[in-house]
């Protein structure tokens, strides 16, 4: 049986990942593809347990050694009960964040060592990464509005906007560094021509 492919869309608040998902998904199943449409943290029963704990407004005084520990620990049962059994039918994964945001966030954001988050990783991961990641780019302003707009409030958009830049910054520094894996695209655009242009890249990956 042929292996599924893992892609990832990543960014920070407000860039439309959870929207630009489920249209991927949409897409490739409309073009015969099996998908498997999942994010992060959440995925699984455990994991979306701990995915209402880490975004909770009430759990503001969580340490941040915590906070990174319970992202992995949800993205060990990810893996394990969604993402290797959707790969392993041949399916398109497609995963609303993945390891990539752990070091924005926790690494560039809260300035914990990137060592220490990539031997977690290991632990945790064994260092998977999705074939493919989408990075969608707003400036912070923007997409903390669109998420005021829509009423979405979590935890971690209740930090400020130096926090949200430092994260911004993370992710490109990441891209940067490997630019075969991880494909920018602007979320400043109109909705359908940010799906067009995502279309484009996997679509290519996907050859």
Known sequence: ???????????????????????????LSKKGYKT??????????ISSQIRKVL???KHHRMDYMTELLLYNA??????????LPALK???VVITDRFSDSTVA?????????????????????????PDLTIL??????????????INKVDRLELEDIKFHEKV????????????????????SKALDEVHREIVKIVEKALK
């Open 136 to 149: 969608l780019e707003l400036d912070v302003k923007t997409g903390l509005m669109r998420n005021k707009h």
């Open 89 to 91: 039918e041949g399916k």
């Open 105 to 129: 966030y926790q690494g560039y954001g809260r300035g914990i060592s990137l060592k220490l988050i990539d031997s977690l990783d290991k632990a945790a991961t064994g260092r998977m990464r």
């Open 55 to 57: 975004l909770s407004t």
């Open 1 to 27: 049986m042929k292996k599924g492919i893992f892609i990832s869309l990543e960014g920070i608040e407000g860039t439309g990942k959870s929207t630009q998902a489920k249209l991927l998904s949409k897409h």
């Open 168 to 187: 911004r910054k993370g992710f490109l520094k990441l891209a940067a560094k490997e630019p075969k894996r991880i494909k920018i695209v602007k979320a």
């Open 74 to 83: 949800a993205r060990v049962q990810h893996i394990k009960e969604k993402i």
């Open 36 to 45: 498997a449409l999942t994010q992060e943290p959440g995925g699984t029963l």
